[in-house]
């Protein structure tokens, strides 16, 4: 008899579940492995929505977020749940991805249990320790730790290698949240996932979200009184902020935003209702990983409200900004936008450098030979 192989995954934020939400789906069709998922409960309030869309029913759930908890309080929950399901699945390999702190957590563990880790989404870096933080600080962690590294571009694949990773255990796979973006956006064709909002008209709108910890205090007070006088300046825009539950980012912008007639403050959205928000954008105003990867599949210009990011690719390519976070910055990047047409045309055409939709299915097969055949790489897929 074959022997099926557990693989399982340990997320707990709502990317995590939308980033390995293609790959999980493409190991239920393999007979030889059995995914299983562990969702840690991180990001609960954000994350539980999104599992009835994606069609997935978690194996095990744990229980760490509290109210206003710290980051130490959340590792050190972590680390008291997570060891039990792994005793329980008794898994052949760990699948984790990018790099929260259940990424973090689980792959310590793993190591502890001496069991493979597969990164998905390895070798993003800014090299700076305190942006972002603490994810960079995390993923440097996690690399250290990992066997097998799914890279989304040529970029992070050479991050990897100067830091002398096995060149054969580091694949380039594209990022799966390009695979995501494009099934999504097929769908919204046929489905109207369109959210009423209490706008009047038609007019375009830029779409903001808002959440790093690095942002909080003085960087947000800036993005957010820039919006404002943007949004002030230029009434014949809207502006959509569906808000992160992170009470520290939301009751400041609630604060400095609420009031502004052609702003609208929003609750989180469902996956396929947001893409369908992204699609329709004139630009998008951001400081999330993730948009950043799958907006430019929808030609809708990113704005990074950051100092620095890690998917440089997208600069290269010219589908996104990086604004920084001070006014006059974040001002200019906005005004040449709408002032400079030929501008904008060339971020709305900028080809997306994270993927091609097919990312999900290479990893699986990635998978399945390391799993099932036991092979030392080079392999062909
Ligand atoms: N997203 C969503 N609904 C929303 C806002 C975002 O489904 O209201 C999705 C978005 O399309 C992307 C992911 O959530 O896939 C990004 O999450 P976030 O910005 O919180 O995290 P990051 O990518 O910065 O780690």
């Not at 880790?117 to 972002?132: N, V």
């Not at 995501?180 to 375009?204: C, E, F, H, V």
């Not at 690719?313 to 006059?328: M, V």
């Amino acid at each position: 008899m074959r022997k099926v192989h557990k693989a399982l995954f340990c997320c707990g934020s709502r990317p995590e579940l939308i980033k390995i939400s293609p790959i999980y789906h493409h190991l239920k069709t393999i007979a030889e492995i059995a995914p299983f998922l562990c969702i840690t409960g991180q990001q609960k309030d954000l994350l539980t929505p999104h599992l009835e869309n994606l069609e997935i029913t978690p194996d095990f759930q744990l229980d760490v977020m509290r109210k206003g908890q710290s980051l130490d309080q959340l590792m050190e929950r972590l680390f008291v749940q997570l060891p039990d399901i792994f005793d329980e699945c008794q898994p052949d390999i760990v699948i984790i991805q990018g790099d929260t702190a259940s990424a973090l957590a689980s792959a310590v563990i793993a190591h502890k249990k001496n069991l493979p880790i597969a990164h998905i989404e390895a070798g993003l870096r800014t090299y700076d320790k305190s942006s972002p933080f603490p994810e960079e600080i995390y993923r440097q962690n996690i690399s250290a730790l990992t066997k097998w590294h799914f890279c989304p571009t040529e970029m992070t694949r050479e991050n990897l290698l100067r830091e002398n990773v096995t060149e054969d255990h580091i694949f380039v796979t594209g990022n799966t949240s390009v695979d995501m973006i494009l099934a999504t956006y097929q769908k919204t064709k046929s489905i109207d996932y369109s959210i009423s909002l209490p706008r009047k008209g038609t007019n375009p709108y830029f779409l903001i979200t808002l959440h790093r910890r690095e942002s909080q205090g003085a960087p947000l007070i800036r993005i957010a009184n820039s919006l404002l006088d943007f949004a002030k300046s230029r009434p014949e825009f809207d502006f959509i902020l569906p808000l992160h539950p992170n009470p520290a980012t939301s009751h400041m912008i609630k604060h400095l935003l609420g009031a502004q007639k052609n702003i609208y403050l929003i609750t989180p959205l469902p996956y396929p209702q947001f893409v369908h928000l992204m699609a329709n954008a004139f630009a998008i105003i951001t400081d999330s990983g993730g948009i950043q990867e799958e907006a430019p599949s929808l030609n809708t210009p990113v704005i990074v409200v950051r100092n620095t990011t890690e998917r440089t690719e997208g600069i290269e390519s010219g589908c996104l900004r990086l604004a920084g976070t001070s006014k006059d910055s974040i001002l200019y990047e906005l005004n040449l936008l709408i002032d400079d047409k030929t501008h904008y045309k060339k971020m709305q055409q900028a080809p997306n450098p994270f993927g091609d939709g097919r990312a999900a299915s290479r990893i699986a097969a990635h998978l399945k030979n390391i799993l099932e055949r036991n092979l030392e790489p080079p392999w062909k897929i």
